[in-house]
T-cell receptor, first 114, second 115 residues
Framework: AQSVSQHNHHVILSEAASLELGCNYS??????LFWYVQYPGQHLQLLLK??????LVKGIKGFEAEFIKSKFSFNLRKPSVQWSDTAEYFC????????????FGAGTRLAVHP | GAVVSQHPSRVICKSGTSVKIECRSL??????MFWYRQFPKQSLMLMAT?????????EQGVEKDKFLINHASLTLSTLTVTSAHPEDSSFYIC???????????FGPGTRLLVL
């Protein structure tokens, strides 16, 4: 069965620090990859997505992610975090075609201190 | 981006009663809608997928008679938790996707508490 692993369950950073959140998936076929963010008390929002093409994807709010097919990874990065980035981040995978079923990782809770 | 709403945002009910949760796509037609359940400090678990006008497809382990899903139009899907019990207390989230896109847009969720 397909699965998604997020290595860090809880990350604490100071403002201006760089961020990298790991995400690995297990599936041998072609996938679509997503990062969603859930700010406290708010609903899931799409940060960025990868379907095909350039494996380095830029999203909203200065986030980017790199798809490395050989490593089955789709790590999320931001060079300099802000206090407002405090949120929970979910990596998700869907199989291409089909009916878009999303498989989520367990999430990473990021706390950014001023 | 596309907007999805859910109603109610929070509901408290007595054990044994049924609760209906609505999910609406406000500015797009959602050919497919998904229902998820999120336990505290855990990820989203897909419960079922529904296509407009068709019966929902339930994930393994999800009781279709307990969680009734209706997707009668391209902008509305409902989840009814029948004969709710305290273990059904959770955060229920819906999402919608169009036929042309492979991106899901999520609602704000409904927190259900069964006493």
């Amino acid at each position: 069965a397909q699965s998604v692993s997020q290595h860090n369950h809880h990350v604490i950073l100071s403002e201006a620090a760089s961020l990298e959140l790991g995400c690995n998936y297990s599936y041998g076929g072609t996938v679509n990859l997503f990062w969603y963010v859930q700010y406290p008390g708010q609903h899931l929002q799409l940060l960025l997505k990868y379907f095909s093409g350039d494996p380095l994807v830029k999203g909203i709010k200065g986030f980017e992610a790199e798809f490395i097919k050989s490593k089955f990874s789709f790590n999320l990065r931001k060079p300099s975090v802000q206090w407002s980035d405090t949120a929970e981040y979910f990596c998700a995978v869907s199989l291409t075609g089909g009916y878009n079923k999303l498989i989520f990782g367990a999430g990473t809770r990021l706390a950014v201190h001023p | 981006g596309a907007v999805v709403s859910q109603h109610p945002s929070r509901v408290i009910c007595k054990s044994g009663t049924s609760v209906k949760i609505e999910c609406r796509s406000l500015d797009f037609q959602a050919t497919t809608m998904f229902w998820y359940r999120q336990f505290p400090k855990q990820s989203l678990m897909l419960m079922a997928t529904s296509n407009e006008g068709s019966k929902a497809t339930y994930e393994q382990g999800v009781e279709k008679d307990k969680f009734l899903i209706n997707h009668a139009s391209l902008t509305l899907s409902t989840l009814t938790v029948t004969s709710a019990h305290p273990e059904d207390s959770s955060f229920y989230i819906c999402s919608g996707a169009t036929a042309r896109q492979e991106t899901q847009y999520f609602g704000p969720g409904t927190r259900l508490l069964v006493l």
